[in-house]
Protein backbone atom coordinates (compact mmCIF):
# COMPACT_ATOMS: atom_id res chain seq x y z
CA UNK A 1 0.00 0.00 0.00
CA UNK A 2 0.99 3.74 -0.90
CA UNK A 3 2.32 5.87 2.13
CA UNK A 4 0.16 8.67 2.79
CA UNK A 5 1.51 12.20 4.57
CA UNK A 6 -0.49 14.35 6.55
CA UNK A 7 0.00 17.42 8.92
CA UNK A 8 -0.13 16.25 12.77
CA UNK A 9 -3.09 19.31 13.98
CA UNK A 10 -4.95 21.32 12.29
CA UNK A 11 -7.89 23.82 14.08
CA UNK A 12 -10.52 24.94 12.66
CA UNK A 13 -13.52 27.22 13.63
CA UNK A 14 -16.77 25.68 14.67
CA UNK A 15 -19.64 26.21 11.28
CA UNK A 16 -16.38 26.85 9.27
CA UNK A 17 -15.22 24.26 6.64
CA UNK A 18 -12.94 21.86 7.80
CA UNK A 19 -10.12 21.16 4.79
CA UNK A 20 -7.73 18.18 5.79
CA UNK A 21 -4.99 17.86 2.91
CA UNK A 22 -3.29 14.47 2.14
CA UNK A 23 -0.47 13.26 -0.38
CA UNK A 24 0.25 10.23 -1.18
CA UNK A 25 2.19 10.62 -4.54
CA UNK A 26 3.25 7.14 -4.50
CA UNK A 27 -0.50 5.76 -5.17
CA UNK A 28 -0.91 2.95 -7.81
CA UNK A 29 -3.95 2.46 -10.22
CA UNK A 30 -5.70 0.08 -8.50
CA UNK A 31 -5.30 1.97 -4.78
CA UNK A 32 -8.65 3.55 -3.19
CA UNK A 33 -8.11 6.46 -1.04
CA UNK A 34 -10.02 6.30 2.24
CA UNK A 35 -10.82 8.68 5.09
CA UNK A 36 -11.33 7.24 8.50
CA UNK A 37 -11.58 9.38 11.68
CA UNK A 38 -11.04 8.14 15.79
CA UNK A 39 -12.81 10.21 18.36
CA UNK A 40 -11.14 9.88 21.50
CA UNK A 41 -11.11 6.01 22.78
CA UNK A 42 -13.53 4.86 20.06
CA UNK A 43 -12.83 2.75 17.12
CA UNK A 44 -12.57 4.25 14.32
CA UNK A 45 -15.08 5.31 11.82
CA UNK A 46 -15.25 5.30 7.87
CA UNK A 47 -16.00 8.50 6.15
CA UNK A 48 -15.25 8.09 2.60
CA UNK A 49 -13.69 6.74 -0.08
CA UNK A 50 -12.86 7.11 -3.51
CA UNK A 51 -10.62 6.10 -6.75
CA UNK A 52 -10.49 9.20 -9.21
CA UNK A 53 -13.54 11.19 -8.88
CA UNK A 54 -14.60 13.40 -6.40
CA UNK A 55 -16.90 12.21 -3.88
CA UNK A 56 -19.72 13.50 -1.16
CA UNK A 57 -21.87 12.00 1.10
CA UNK A 58 -23.72 12.98 4.29
CA UNK A 59 -20.64 13.31 6.47
CA UNK A 60 -17.87 15.09 4.02
CA UNK A 61 -16.76 15.73 0.52
CA UNK A 62 -13.44 14.26 -0.98
CA UNK A 63 -11.45 15.88 -3.78
CA UNK A 64 -8.94 13.91 -5.51
CA UNK A 65 -6.44 16.25 -7.74
CA UNK A 66 -6.04 14.88 -11.39
CA UNK A 67 -2.95 13.08 -10.58
CA UNK A 68 -4.11 11.34 -7.30
CA UNK A 69 -1.21 12.49 -5.91
CA UNK A 70 -2.93 14.26 -2.74
CA UNK A 71 -6.76 14.51 -2.05
CA UNK A 72 -8.92 16.83 0.66
CA UNK A 73 -11.47 15.85 2.64
CA UNK A 74 -13.81 18.44 3.75
CA UNK A 75 -15.89 18.84 6.65
CA UNK A 76 -18.58 21.64 5.15
CA UNK A 77 -19.77 22.79 8.21
CA UNK A 78 -17.38 21.38 11.11
CA UNK A 79 -19.10 21.23 14.45
CA UNK A 80 -17.61 20.59 18.26
CA UNK A 81 -18.31 16.94 17.62
CA UNK A 82 -15.91 16.43 14.49
CA UNK A 83 -12.99 16.97 17.04
CA UNK A 84 -11.11 13.71 16.41
CA UNK A 85 -7.71 12.00 14.43
CA UNK A 86 -8.28 12.27 10.68
CA UNK A 87 -6.71 9.52 8.80
CA UNK A 88 -6.04 8.66 5.21
CA UNK A 89 -4.89 5.37 3.48
CA UNK A 90 -4.66 3.89 0.26
CA UNK A 91 -5.21 0.73 -0.08
CA UNK A 92 -5.91 -1.94 -2.64
CA UNK A 93 -6.41 -4.28 0.81
CA UNK A 94 -4.34 -3.93 3.74
CA UNK A 95 -5.28 -0.94 5.17
CA UNK A 96 -1.63 0.68 6.98
CA UNK A 97 -2.92 3.54 9.37
CA UNK A 98 -0.38 6.24 9.69
CA UNK A 99 -0.70 8.63 12.53
CA UNK A 100 -3.13 11.13 11.43
CA UNK A 101 -4.32 14.44 11.35
CA UNK A 102 -5.62 15.50 15.14
CA UNK A 103 -8.54 18.21 13.58
CA UNK A 104 -9.23 20.60 16.54
CA UNK A 105 -12.92 22.29 16.07
CA UNK A 106 -13.28 25.72 18.37
CA UNK A 107 -15.94 27.86 19.44
CA UNK B 1 -28.15 -3.11 11.10
CA UNK B 2 -25.70 -4.39 13.92
CA UNK B 3 -22.50 -3.04 13.84
CA UNK B 4 -19.29 -4.70 15.04
CA UNK B 5 -19.33 -6.23 18.13
CA UNK B 6 -16.09 -7.16 19.98
CA UNK B 7 -15.86 -8.56 23.44
CA UNK B 8 -14.82 -8.63 26.24
CA UNK B 9 -14.33 -4.43 26.18
CA UNK B 10 -11.99 -4.58 28.70
CA UNK B 11 -9.41 -7.05 30.31
CA UNK B 12 -6.52 -7.00 32.93
CA UNK B 13 -4.09 -9.72 32.41
CA UNK B 14 -1.45 -10.66 34.08
CA UNK B 15 2.07 -11.21 32.70
CA UNK B 16 3.02 -14.78 31.24
CA UNK B 17 -0.88 -15.80 31.28
CA UNK B 18 -2.81 -15.74 27.79
CA UNK B 19 -5.75 -13.92 26.37
CA UNK B 20 -8.65 -14.28 23.83
CA UNK B 21 -11.18 -11.76 21.92
CA UNK B 22 -13.59 -12.29 20.32
CA UNK B 23 -15.28 -10.22 16.72
CA UNK B 24 -18.43 -10.78 15.75
CA UNK B 25 -18.40 -8.39 12.35
CA UNK B 26 -21.65 -6.86 10.49
CA UNK B 27 -24.03 -9.78 8.89
CA UNK B 28 -22.61 -10.50 5.26
CA UNK B 29 -19.02 -9.33 6.11
CA UNK B 30 -16.70 -12.13 5.45
CA UNK B 31 -13.25 -9.97 5.78
CA UNK B 32 -12.06 -9.31 9.83
CA UNK B 33 -9.39 -7.74 10.69
CA UNK B 34 -7.43 -6.60 13.88
CA UNK B 35 -5.32 -3.84 14.84
CA UNK B 36 -3.54 -2.65 18.11
CA UNK B 37 -3.37 0.72 19.28
CA UNK B 38 -0.68 1.95 21.48
CA UNK B 39 -0.16 6.04 22.44
CA UNK B 40 3.43 4.95 21.49
CA UNK B 41 3.17 2.90 17.97
CA UNK B 42 -0.65 4.37 16.77
CA UNK B 43 -2.75 1.73 15.04
CA UNK B 44 -0.96 -1.23 13.44
CA UNK B 45 -2.42 -3.73 11.57
CA UNK B 46 -2.57 -7.22 12.95
CA UNK B 47 -3.92 -9.72 10.69
CA UNK B 48 -6.94 -10.01 8.33
CA UNK B 49 -8.98 -13.36 7.68
CA UNK B 50 -11.52 -13.80 4.85
CA UNK B 51 -13.20 -17.04 4.31
CA UNK B 52 -11.53 -19.09 7.74
CA UNK B 53 -8.25 -18.00 5.93
CA UNK B 54 -5.12 -15.99 7.18
CA UNK B 55 -5.06 -13.59 4.00
CA UNK B 56 -2.79 -10.80 5.24
CA UNK B 57 -0.06 -10.81 8.58
CA UNK B 58 1.39 -7.70 9.68
CA UNK B 59 4.85 -7.50 11.82
CA UNK B 60 3.88 -9.03 15.09
CA UNK B 61 5.74 -11.67 16.99
CA UNK B 62 4.12 -15.87 16.87
CA UNK B 63 2.39 -15.05 20.23
CA UNK B 64 -0.26 -13.00 18.24
CA UNK B 65 -2.71 -15.43 16.31
CA UNK B 66 -5.97 -15.40 15.20
CA UNK B 67 -8.61 -17.65 13.36
CA UNK B 68 -11.90 -16.86 11.58
CA UNK B 69 -15.25 -19.57 11.91
CA UNK B 70 -17.65 -20.72 9.28
CA UNK B 71 -20.04 -17.80 10.62
CA UNK B 72 -16.96 -15.37 9.82
CA UNK B 73 -16.65 -14.84 14.06
CA UNK B 74 -13.16 -14.47 14.92
CA UNK B 75 -11.11 -14.46 17.96
CA UNK B 76 -7.25 -13.24 18.07
CA UNK B 77 -5.35 -14.52 20.75
CA UNK B 78 -2.20 -13.85 22.56
CA UNK B 79 -0.13 -16.03 24.92
CA UNK B 80 3.22 -15.68 27.25
CA UNK B 81 1.55 -12.01 27.43
CA UNK B 82 3.80 -9.03 28.22
CA UNK B 83 3.86 -5.84 29.58
CA UNK B 84 4.32 -4.04 26.20
CA UNK B 85 0.92 -5.64 24.96
CA UNK B 86 -1.00 -3.39 27.07
CA UNK B 87 -3.33 -1.93 24.08
CA UNK B 88 -6.71 -1.10 22.63
CA UNK B 89 -7.40 -4.13 20.05
CA UNK B 90 -9.73 -3.20 17.41
CA UNK B 91 -11.57 -5.57 14.91
CA UNK B 92 -12.63 -4.41 11.84
CA UNK B 93 -15.21 -6.29 9.49
CA UNK B 94 -15.87 -5.41 5.44
CA UNK B 95 -17.87 -6.89 2.57
CA UNK B 96 -14.89 -7.37 0.33
CA UNK B 97 -16.65 -7.01 -2.76
CA UNK B 98 -16.47 -4.87 -6.00
CA UNK B 99 -13.47 -3.49 -5.21
CA UNK B 100 -14.02 -1.45 -2.33
CA UNK B 101 -12.47 -2.01 1.17
CA UNK B 102 -14.18 0.40 3.28
CA UNK B 103 -13.79 -1.24 7.11
CA UNK B 104 -16.04 -0.87 9.89
CA UNK B 105 -14.45 -0.95 13.43
CA UNK B 106 -15.64 -2.37 16.73
CA UNK B 107 -15.44 -0.28 19.85
CA UNK B 108 -12.07 -2.28 20.23
CA UNK B 109 -10.94 -4.47 24.02
CA UNK B 110 -8.85 -2.75 26.12
CA UNK B 111 -6.15 -5.22 27.67
CA UNK B 112 -4.13 -4.09 30.70
CA UNK B 113 -1.71 -6.41 31.58
CA UNK B 114 0.30 -6.17 34.49
Known amino acids: DAKTTQPTSMDCAEGRAANLPCNHSTISGNEYVYWYRQIHSQGPQYIIH???NNETNEMASLIITEDRKSSTLILPHATLRDTAVYYC????????FGDGTTLTVKP | KAGVTQTPRYLIKTRGQQVTLSCSPI?????VSWYQQTPGQGLQFLFEYFSETQRNKGNFPGRFSGRQFSNSRSEMNVSTLELGDSALYLCASRRDTGGAYEQYFGPGTRLTVT
Open chain 1, 50 to 52: GLK
Open chain 1, 89 to 96: IVTAGKST
Open chain 2, 27 to 31: SGHRS
